[in-house]
């Protein structure tokens, strides 16, 4: 079992950027990648980022390529998501997540069994 904070949202402009926060505690040495979810009012969980504790491998969803960066912190075991131009197709409830694996089904969702509550990113015009 591993507990999540995710934390950083927030109100931004359009361009602009932002930094999300993802904390885990509890049972940690049976997650093997963490990423981020998020979901827009009236749409489905969709997958943005992740990254694997052992090789930092990181993965992107392509609408957030080039434009978002995962990282991790194995000491901390905390994973950020720094977020750069920022667009309002991007607002929505972020979830940071762990995965036990495996690792070749990291972008989808039902592999994750840990979740974080979930944080605010509003992005305006």
């Known amino acids: 079992q591993v507990q999540l904070v995710d934390s950083g949202g927030g109100l931004v402009q359009a361009g602009g950027s932002l930094r999300l926060s993802c904390a885990a505690s509890?049972?940690?040495?049976?997650?093997?990648?963490m990423g981020w979810f998020r979901q827009a009012p009236g749409k489905e969980r969709e997958f943005v980022s992740a990254?694997?504790?052992?090789?930092?491998?990181?993965y992107y969803a392509d609408s957030v390529k080039g434009r978002f960066t995962i990282s991790r912190d194995n000491a901390e075991t905390t994973i950020l998501l720094q977020m750069n131009s920022l667009k309002p197709e991007d607002t929505a409830v972020y979830y940071c997540?762990?995965?036990?694996?495996?690792?070749?089904?990291?972008?989808?969702?039902?592999?994750?069994?840990?979740w974080g509550q979930g944080t605010q990113v509003t992005v305006s015009s």
């Open positions: 997540a762990s995965t036990p694996g495996p690792l070749r089904a990291v972008t989808i969702g039902t592999t994750y069994t840990s």
């Open positions: 509890g049972r940690t040495a049976s997650s093997v990648a």
């Open positions: 990254i694997t504790w052992n090789s930092g491998t990181t």
